[in-house]
């Protein structure tokens, strides 16, 4: 590891190779805390390089406790967290809201980062039980389109890590990994990134998986679609920037997303979304992101009518029945 602090601090890149083994290094703990945090620190000073983006994620999707889709088409939603927003768990209700309109889900998601309450927060606490049993999650596929891949039990690896990043108690590149080591490595997948960097670093990787995909990062550093103001949208096949109007959305504040301070709060307003009975603004990020997946999946249809497809899973209560059949 001196050596490649070394090299590191001398401003040189890492190769693909070379950042995968370090990693694998790393998660067999065969370097001490000091060490690791250095590492972790480096790329707080300075960008991470397309090679080592990849090196590191090709090290996480190694180690992980592998779930296999045979064949079946399902996506992701899944947001980088980090951009320090605090709103409420718009992915997660987004993938709900995907898998009442008929879709699979395979979600895959931790702890809260940028806000008070991640994904495995609010599940948690609505009572979701968390498994790495695939049998079962296979079940749950089948019974509701949609399971839940909670990262500490599927990359069991990253324990060597975990000191580490509490101890630093900031952002750091395995913020960045996260949604790309899905270990289910879905057909596809509706991605948010909380700089314009990084969603150009992720189109590439993602351009190199040869699964489809769709990169959202709002402009005013959100990692969804917002709705606070233009967002950036990049595909297999384009780059777009849309602005709310042109998606058949208002333009929402800040405040209109706010996510609450504690589990019981954001588990609050998602039974309040799931039962219609949530704010116009939570509605409509909600149904703008969901639609965004759906449209991922059938690039064919319109955005407006994926966006449509949503509203029906929300106002016909299906998104609120497969979310009940997930928990039963």
Same mark, same amino acid.
């Given at each position: 590891?001196?050596? $490649?602090?070394?090299?590191?601090?001398?401003?040189?890149?890492?190769?693909?190779? !070379?950042?995968?083994?370090?990693?694998?290094?790393?998660?067999?703990?065969? /370097?001490?805390?000091?060490?690791?945090?250095?590492?972790?620190?480096?790329?707080?000073?300075?960008?991470?390089? $397309?090679?080592?983006?990849?090196?590191?994620?090709?090290?996480?999707?190694?180690?992980?406790?592998?779930?296999?889709?045979?064949?079946?088409?399902?996506?992701?939603?899944?947001?980088?967290?980090?951009?320090?927003?605090?709103?409420?768990?718009?992915?997660?209700?987004?993938?709900?809201?995907?898998?009442?309109?008929? %879709?699979?889900?395979?979600?895959?998601?931790? /702890?809260?980062?940028?806000?008070?309450?991640?994904?495995?927060?609010?599940?948690?606490?609505?009572?979701?039980?968390?498994?790495? @049993?695939? @049998? !079962?999650?296979?079940?749950?596929?089948?019974?509701?389109?949609?399971?839940?891949? #909670?990262?500490?039990?599927?990359? +069991?690896?990253?324990? !060597?890590?975990?000191?580490?990043?509490?101890?630093?108690?900031?952002?750091?590149?395995?913020?960045?990994?996260?949604?790309?080591?899905? +270990?289910?490595?879905?057909? #596809?997948?509706?991605?948010?990134?909380?700089?314009?960097?990084?969603?150009?670093? /992720?189109? %590439? $990787?993602?351009? @190199?998986?040869?699964?489809?995909?769709?990169?959202?990062?709002?402009?005013?550093?959100?990692?969804?679609?917002?709705?606070?103001?233009?967002?950036?949208?990049?595909?297999?096949?384009?780059?777009?920037?849309?602005?709310?109007?042109?998606?058949?959305?208002?333009?929402?504040?800040?405040? @209109?997303?706010?996510?609450?301070?504690?589990?019981?709060?954001?588990?609050?307003?998602? &039974?309040?979304?799931?039962?219609?009975?949530?704010?116009?603004?939570?509605?409509?990020?909600?149904?703008?992101?969901?639609?965004?997946?759906?449209?991922?999946? &059938?690039?064919?249809?319109?955005?407006?009518?994926?966006?449509?497809?949503?509203? !029906?899973?929300?106002?016909?209560?299906?998104?609120?029945?497969?979310?009940?059949?997930?928990?039963?």
């Amino acid at each position: 590891m001196k050596a $490649i602090l070394a090299r590191l601090f001398e401003h040189e890149r890492l190769s693909r190779e !070379e950042s995968r083994q370090v990693l694998l290094d790393i998660s067999h703990g065969q /370097y001490n805390q000091l060490q690791v945090a250095s590492f972790i620190t480096v790329y707080q000073m300075r960008p991470i390089s $397309i090679q080592e983006l990849q090196g590191f994620r090709d090290a996480l999707l190694e180690l992980c406790l592998p779930f296999g889709l045979n064949g079946m088409e399902a996506i992701d939603i899944v947001g980088t967290g980090g951009d320090h927003k605090n709103t409420f768990n718009v992915s997660t209700l987004s993938a709900v809201v995907v898998a009442g309109a008929g %879709y699979k889900v395979v979600k895959h998601g931790s /702890y809260g980062v940028s806000s008070s309450v991640g994904s495995s927060n609010v599940l948690m606490e609505m009572g979701y039980e968390f498994t790495a @049993d695939t @049998d !079962e999650l296979r079940r749950q596929l089948d019974r509701a389109n949609m399971c839940f891949l #909670h990262a500490p039990l599927f990359h +069991p690896a990253m324990k !060597e890590v975990a000191p580490v990043r509490r101890e630093l108690g900031m952002k750091t590149f395995f913020n960045m990994l996260g949604p790309l080591a899905n +270990p289910a490595r879905p057909s #596809h997948q509706l991605l948010g990134t909380y700089s314009l960097e990084l969603s150009r670093l /992720y189109q %590439y $990787i993602m351009q @190199d998986t040869g699964r489809r995909f769709s990169i959202v990062y709002a402009l005013d550093g959100y990692d969804e679609a917002s709705l606070t103001g233009p967002f950036k949208l990049r595909t297999n096949e384009e780059d777009l920037i849309l602005a709310p109007a042109d998606i058949g959305k208002p333009q929402l504040s800040q405040e @209109d997303l706010y996510g609450g301070e504690t589990e019981a709060e954001a588990a609050a307003i998602f &039974r309040n979304v799931l039962n219609n009975e949530g704010t116009q603004a939570q509605f409509d990020v909600v149904t703008a992101n969901a639609g965004l997946a759906i449209h991922c999946l &059938r690039p064919q249809q319109s955005l407006l009518d994926c966006i449509e497809e949503a509203k !029906e899973s929300l106002l016909g209560g299906r998104a609120r029945q497969a979310f009940n059949k997930l928990l039963n």
